[in-house]
C-alpha cells in the first residue's frame, strides 16, 4: 500500500493525540518515516546476489554491488579525490556532484508506462527566423502538474504513483541546435536554445510550451524529459520498453530548410521544399488543442498517407503502362494523388474527420484536431497537395507549387493534371 506524504502527517498527527487508538500497522509505518533505523519489513533480501552464476544469467554481465541493508550508508563510499567525504545532494542541483541516499520510490505497472508525443512541431517542420511558436506534446501514463521546489527539493522524495498506479510528475521540452539533419556528433547536453518546465496539468493529455520570440536560424532536435516530481526521470518496472520520451527534428530560417531538402534529396527522399510553411501553432478549440503545422512532404520510406475516396461516382482511369518498369506502383500513385487532391477541394474546417487526419482545406495544411480541421495557410507562393511517392507505392501531403505538384503527377504517367478532371 502507498502512502503520500500528506497522509503519512496525517498518521502521525493521529497517533500524537492522547488515547487514539491507531492499528499497530498504521502506527509502524508512521513512526518509519522519522526512526533512524531500517525496518527489517522493507529489507530486499535479493540485493546480498550480485546476479552471476543464476539460471538468467547472460554472458558479459557486470557483478552488481551487494548490500544487507538496502544500500542505507552507501554515500559514505563517495569521497573527493582528496579523500574527503563526498558531498550529499540533500535537494540541491549540485553541479560538481554529490550521492543522494533518497530511496527510488514506487514504480508503475508495465501497463501504466508513461510516454510522450510531440503534435507541434512535426519532424522537419520549418519555422521563420525569430518567429514565436508553440510546442504542444500528448502525454500518457502520468499525472502531471506535480512538481516541487528544484533548488531545495531536487531529488530528495521517492517517485510516487497515484490510485490509478500513475507516476505523478510533470515533464520538460529541451531544444538543442545540430549542425545538420544529417550530423552524427553527439550533442554536449549542457548547451541548448531553449528549455521549458512544462509543469501545468495536461489539458485533454496536452501539455504546451511557449517558445517566445522564436529561435536564431538553423537546425535544431527537440527532446521530452518525463520526471517523477522531484525531477527524477520516470522509473518504469521493465528494461525492455518504447521510449518514454520523444524527439523531433526542425529547421528554423529559409537556409535551414534548403539544407534538409539537399540532404532528403542526395539520399534518394524528398524532402519540403525550402519556403515550407513556417506558421506557429495557432489556438484552434476551447480546449486549447493546437493545430500542427503544414507537415514536410514524407520520404519515400516513410509511411504513405491513405488515398481518400474519389468523389462520388467518379470512376478511376485505367492505369497507364509505368514510365519506369521497376516502379509498377507510379502510375497508380499519380492516380492516388489526383483523387486525394480531388478530394481535398470538397473539404471545409467543418468538415467530419477523426483524430489525427491529415488534408489540405483551402490550400493549406490541416490536421483534424477535436473533430474539425484547423489550417495553417502554406508559405507564399506555395499550395497544399497530395503528392506521388516516387520510391514506393503510397502518397505525401505537403506545402509544394502547382507547377511542381502537376509535374509530379504527370511524371508517374498519368494524365489529368493535379486532381485528374485536367
Not at 85 to 113: F, H, R, V, W, Y
Not at 153 to 171: E, M, V
Not at 191 to 218: I, Q, R, S
Amino acid at each position: 500500500m502507498i502512502f503520500a506524504p500528506s497522509f503519512v502527517a496525517f498518521l502521525t498527527l493521529a497517533i500524537s493525540v492522547q488515547g487514539a487508538r491507531i492499528p499497530r500497522n498504521l502506527r509502524r509505518q508512521a513512526d518509519a518515516q522519522s526512526s533512524l533505523t531500517l525496518d527489517p519489513a522493507v529489507i530486499q533480501q535479493s540485493l546480498a546476489q550480485n546476479g552471476l552464476g543464476l539460471n538468467d544469467t547472460d554472458a558479459g554481465q557486470t557483478a552488481s554491488l551487494t548490500s544487507s541493508n538496502n544500500f542505507i550508508n552507501f554515500c559514505l563510499l563517495f569521497t573527493n579525490a582528496d579523500g574527503s567525504q563526498g558531498e550529499l545532494t540533500d535537494g540541491k542541483q549540485k553541479q560538481g556532484g554529490s550521492c543522494n541516499p533518497t530511496p527510488m520510490g514506487t514504480i508503475p505497472a508495465k501497463s501504466i508506462m508513461p510516454a510522450s508525443k510531440f503534435q507541434v512541431p512535426t519532424n522537419l517542420q520549418n519555422y521563420g527566423v525569430n518567429q514565436t511558436f508553440t510546442i504542444t506534446m500528448s502525454i500518457i501514463n502520468m499525472q502531471t502538474g506535480a512538481f516541487t521546489n528544484p533548488n531545495e527539493n531536487y531529488f530528495a522524495a521517492p517517485q510516487q504513483l497515484n490510485t490509478a498506479g500513475q507516476i505523478i510528475g510533470h515533464s520538460h521540452v529541451v531544444v538543442q541546435a545540430v549542425k545538420s539533419i544529417t550530423d552524427t556528433t553527439v550533442a554536449d547536453p549542457t548547451v541548448f536554445a531553449f528549455f521549458k518546465g512544462m509543469n501545468a496539468v495536461a489539458e485533454d493529455g496536452v501539455l504546451t510550451a511557449d517558445v517566445t520570440n522564436g529561435l536564431d536560424a538553423g537546425t535544431y532536435r527537440l527532446c521530452s524529459i518525463n520526471t517523477a516530481a522531484n525531477h527524477q526521470p520516470a522509473l518504469v518496472p521493465v528494461a525492455q520498453h518504447g521510449s518514454l520520451d520523444d524527439c523531433v527534428y526542425f529547421t528554423v530560417g529559409d537556409a535551414a530548410a534548403q539544407q534538409v531538402q539537399a540532404a532528403m534529396t542526395s539520399i534518394g527522399g524528398v524532402a519540403a521544399p525550402a519556403a515550407a510553411a513556417p506558421a506557429a501553432a495557432a489556438s484552434a478549440t476551447a480546449d486549447n488543442a493546437t493545430a500542427a503545422a503544414p507537415a514536410p512532404a514524407a520520404a519515400d520510406n516513410a509511411a504513405a498517407a491513405a488515398p481518400a475516396p474519389a468523389a462520388d461516382n467518379a470512376t478511376a482511369a485505367a492505369l497507364p503502362a509505368s514510365p519506369d518498369a521497376s516502379k509498377p506502383f507510379l502510375p497508380s500513385n499519380g492516380q492516388d494523388a489526383q483523387q486525394l487532391n480531388a478530394k481535398f477541394t470538397t473539404l471545409t474546417a467543418d468538415s467530419p474527420c477523426n483524430a489525427g487526419d491529415q488534408a489540405c482545406v483551402g490550400g493549406g495544411f490541416a490536421q483534424c484536431v477535436s473533430g474539425k480541421f484547423v489550417t495553417t495557410q502554406c508559405a507564399g507562393g506555395t499550395v497544399c497537395a497530395a503528392l506521388p511517392l516516387v520510391n514506393k507505392a503510397g502518397t505525401s501531403i505537403t506545402c509544394t507549387t502547382s507547377a511542381d505538384a502537376i509535374a509530379r503527377i504527370a511524371a508517374t504517367g498519368v494524365t489529368g493534371g493535379l486532381t485528374g478532371s485536367g
